[in-house]
């Protein structure tokens, strides 16, 4: 189950855990704009209006939940995103090298919905659910679950964190939870929060994917990196 074709719905639910289980708290980063490199070295673009926009909305959908730790990407439009809820809550992010995209901080980036429009290989690719060709998708899942698994050793217990990544970070855990080798299996809009609980015996569950309720309205352009 879980699995992207066409008949996947935009939201996955599954039954709450039994036991004391600490809550992981996905969250993909809100629109970007087009970034190129110009004069620096990498790309790493600002949120537009709108993704602006679609970042207050978590203030809202997560009213209520405590966090222990906010763990963001060091992209920009990872720690833009978490900007207002880190306001809201008086918090400060710890900064996480390894949550950055399977693309890393590249010379361009562009935000899924152009890539979509430009087509090619990787829109492709991207759309049957698979990770492009030039990504080391066995290296990047390894990453990507070490990074997340270190956050669920430093919070035993019953306790929750908020963790602002990428599309690609997001199903990379959820595809070695799930067991589906697919590197994109999952659509995972802006700003949308993806719930994994996690045990100390080991277990570990994915309770929700891609809840996207409290932004919906705002997600004129959906799903990619």
């Known amino acids: 189950p879980g699995e992207r074709n066409a008949e996947t719905p935009s939201m996955c ?55 222990s730790e906010v763990v963001c990407s060091p992209a920009v439009r990872a720690v833009q995103t978490a900007r207002p ?23 361009a980036y562009l935000p899924v919905h ?25 290296a990047f899942r390894r990453r990507v679950v070490a990074v997340v698994e270190d956050i669920i050793a430093a919070h035993p217990g019953r306790h929750s964190v908020l963790v602002v990544c990428h599309a690609g970070v997001i199903n990379a855990y959820l595809g070695d939870v799930l067991g589906i080798e697919r590197g994109m299996a999952f659509p995972i809009d802006y700003v949308s ?5 996690a045990g100390r015996d080991g277990r570990r569950i994915v309770h929700t994917v891609n809840e996207i309720q409290h932004v919906q309205d705002l997600l004129d352009v959906k799903g990619g990196p």
């Open 114 to 138: 152009e890539l979509r429009l430009e087509g090619g290989a990787e829109w492709e690719e991207i759309s049957r659910g698979e990770l492009p060709s030039f990504v080391d998708g066995d």
């Open 85 to 107: 809820i880190l306001q809201d809550r008086r918090l400060h992010p710890r900064i996480e090298p390894d949550l950055l995209e399977y693309c890393r901080l590249g010379r």
């Open 13 to 67: 639910i599954w039954p709450l855990p039994e036991g004391v289980m600490m809550e992981l708290i996905f969250v993909r980063h809100a629109l970007p704009v087009r970034g190129d490199a110009g004069v620096v070295e990498m790309a790493d673009p600002v949120l537009s209006p709108l993704g602006e926009r679609q970042s207050e909305r978590l203030v809202n959908a997560l009213q209520g939940q405590p966090f």
């Open 193 to 197: 929060i993806s719930r994994v609980f």
